[in-house]
């Protein structure tokens, strides 16, 4: 993004070098026993670079290319087999083990610095993302489920960011989780997407605000003894 064309930036397989730094990208990968070539990751991803393509001889199969691959994740969360991955990526079923008043979990963009940030309210459990737009129906309905009063997913200011556009997949699929909270009695508001503000303060700022408005989830009351 550097408007002067300043910092040099080669790419070299599945390796960034930035000013004399090598980046390692997660590139993402597909399991061909699983896939179904339904095409769903062609449509997700915002640089159409899976593509279902047909062997002689063999089914079709979505194949990702990894030497232009961007390492974003919208297309693990798109395919409804799983047959898509990110080896850095982890997507592990959740449990609530986190202590404070309303347990809230937040999935962030990695550049966002939360993971250093040592001022987090009590009952945040935070998981960074390579991209926010990665963050999959499965994961925010798993998070409720399991007894978190809310899910926040930060993203990241898209004239910024070397992923512009990929974060759209994470905006259509919390607003679409959080209407089907309200529908099965979980009520609105639950699950929110939210650009914090400039500066390095934002995210955390964001997770301030959305953790203050939480009320407890009725799936997290214990039965009466």
Same mark, same amino acid.
């Given at each position: 993004?550097?408007?002067?064309?300043?910092?040099?930036?080669?790419?070299?397989?599945?390796?960034?070098?930035?000013?004399?730094?090598?980046?390692? %990208?997660?590139?993402?990968? /597909?399991?061909?026993?699983?896939?179904?070539?339904?095409?769903?990751?062609?449509?997700?991803?915002?640089?159409?670079?899976?593509?279902?393509? $047909?062997?002689?001889?063999?089914?079709?199969?979505?194949?990702?290319?990894?030497?232009?691959?961007?390492?974003?994740? #919208?297309?693990?969360?798109?395919?409804?087999?799983?047959?898509?991955?990110?080896?850095?990526?982890?997507?592990?079923?959740?449990? /609530?083990?986190?202590?404070?008043?309303?347990?809230? $979990? #937040?999935?962030?963009?990695?550049?966002?610095?939360?993971?250093?940030?040592?001022?987090?309210?009590?009952?945040?459990?935070?998981?960074?993302?390579?991209?926010?737009?990665?963050?999959?129906?499965?994961?925010?309905?798993?998070?409720?489920?399991?007894?978190?009063?809310? #899910?926040?997913?930060?993203?990241?200011?898209?004239?910024?960011?070397?992923?512009?556009?990929?974060?759209?997949?994470?905006?259509?699929? /919390?607003?679409?989780?959080?209407?089907?909270?309200? %529908?099965?009695?979980?009520?609105?508001?639950?699950?929110?997407?939210?650009?914090?503000?400039?500066?390095?303060?934002?995210?955390?700022?964001? /997770?301030?605000?959305?953790?203050?408005? %939480?009320?407890?989830?009725?799936?997290?009351?214990?039965?009466?003894?």
């Amino acid at each position: 993004i550097c408007p002067t064309d300043h910092i040099k930036v080669r790419r070299e397989g599945t390796n960034y070098r930035i000013w004399d730094r090598d980046f390692e %990208l997660s590139v993402c990968q /597909v399991d061909e026993q699983l896939c179904r070539a339904c095409g769903a990751c062609e449509e997700a991803c915002p640089w159409r670079i899976p593509r279902v393509v $047909l062997r002689r001889g063999q089914a079709a199969v979505a194949v990702i290319n990894p030497d232009v691959c961007k390492a974003c994740g #919208v297309c693990v969360a798109a395919c409804p087999s799983g047959a898509i991955s990110q080896p850095a990526d982890e997507r592990e079923p959740l449990a /609530v083990e986190v202590e404070g008043p309303q347990p809230l $979990l #937040v999935y962030a963009c990695g550049r966002s610095d939360l993971g250093a940030c040592n001022e987090l309210p009590g009952g945040v459990e935070l998981r960074e993302l390579s991209c926010a737009g990665s963050v999959s129906q499965a994961q925010l309905m798993g998070a409720l489920a399991s007894g978190f009063a809310g #899910v926040l997913v930060l993203g990241r200011h898209e004239s910024t960011c070397r992923l512009d556009g990929a974060e759209q997949h994470g905006r259509a699929t /919390v607003d679409r989780v959080d209407r089907l909270a309200d %529908l099965v009695g979980l009520g609105s508001g639950r699950v929110r997407f939210v650009e914090p503000s400039a500066g390095r303060g934002g995210p955390l700022s964001a /997770v301030r605000e959305f953790a203050a408005g %939480l009320e407890a989830s009725p799936l997290s009351a214990k039965p009466a003894a």
